[in-house]
């Protein structure tokens, strides 16, 4: 009965169809040793500079981070096209899997459909104020309305 409750383990499963596969004279699996460094201070500052930047990024004015408690970033082009930019710009800087993945894991959104409005704007469809004036001087053909609404 013993035999039988260890079998159902899932690991024991696994130890089974390995040795069916790889026969008895394979030896054990290599684990890969991942070695993981601190990120040097310079890079980290390399980046902050360039997030910093207002031609890379829009600071929103009222959402911010929950963890870091800073504003939330609105990033103003694609990942891959930010990513050419530092590149360019720090030669020496971070890697592109580390720049990545700290765009995925910090206060950094993309938004494409803001077009430069607030994303409460965006919601529900405002156009900027010089559309919105030509809109209410096209429809409205009384001058004393105009001023009213005005």
Known sequence: MEFWSRAKDPKVHVARKYHHKNSSGCKALDKPIIVRKRM?????REFELFF?????????????????????????????????????????????TSFIARLQNGRFKYRDDLGGLCLIC???????FEDLIKLVSNNITNTKTKVKKH
Not at 75 to 95: C, T, V
Request: charge should be positive; avoid cysteine.
């Open 40 to 44: 040097a201070e310079v890079k980290e």
């Open 52 to 96: 910093a930047d207002k031609a890379n990024v829009n600071m929103s004015s009222y959402h911010i981070d929950k963890k870091t408690q800073l504003p939330v970033l609105y990033l103003k082009d694609q990942k891959s096209a930010l990513w050419e930019r530092f590149s360019a710009i720090y030669p020496d800087g971070m890697k592109r």
């Open 122 to 128: 965006n919601d529900y469809a405002y156009q900027p």
